[in-house]
């Protein structure tokens, strides 16, 4: 019986720690909500750097991904400022108002292969 018991407990033991390891490593690799820009959904932030959308109506969203409600259209030539980015879609804020009406100064989201990007 005392070997089971020693056999029970040393099984248990590493399987206990490697799960608070496994949480401890979550947790600090996490970024801090500063660090991810303006935008929570955020993942890598830019030195708001200016774009011009490169396609027509192309679809500015509520959120990174076309799950997200459109806000609107944009046309070529429309001016964004980048403030961040998560995968292949970019945070930015219009730098005027859009083609479509949009009003200067919105926040949203769009697909970078919309954008041609000038300069950081």
Not at 10 to 34: E, F, G, L, R
Request: glycine share 10%.
């Amino acid at each position: 019986m005392m070997i089971r018991r020693l056999t029970i407990r040393s099984a248990v033991v590493p399987a206990v720690m490697a799960v608070a390891t496994a949480a401890v490593m979550t947790v600090t690799t996490a970024p801090a909500a500063h660090a991810v820009g303006e935008n929570s959904q955020c993942t890598r932030n830019w030195a708001n750097f200016g774009a011009t959308v490169g396609k027509n109506a192309w679809n500015y969203r509520s959120g990174p991904s076309t799950g997200y409600k459109s806000l609107g259209f944009l046309y070529r030539g429309d001016k964004l400022t980048v403030l961040c980015s998560k995968g292949s879609w970019d945070y930015a804020q219009l730098s005027s108002r859009s083609k479509s009406g949009i009003a200067k100064g919105t926040k949203g989201w769009v697909r970078d292969d919309g954008l041609i990007h000038l300069a950081g």
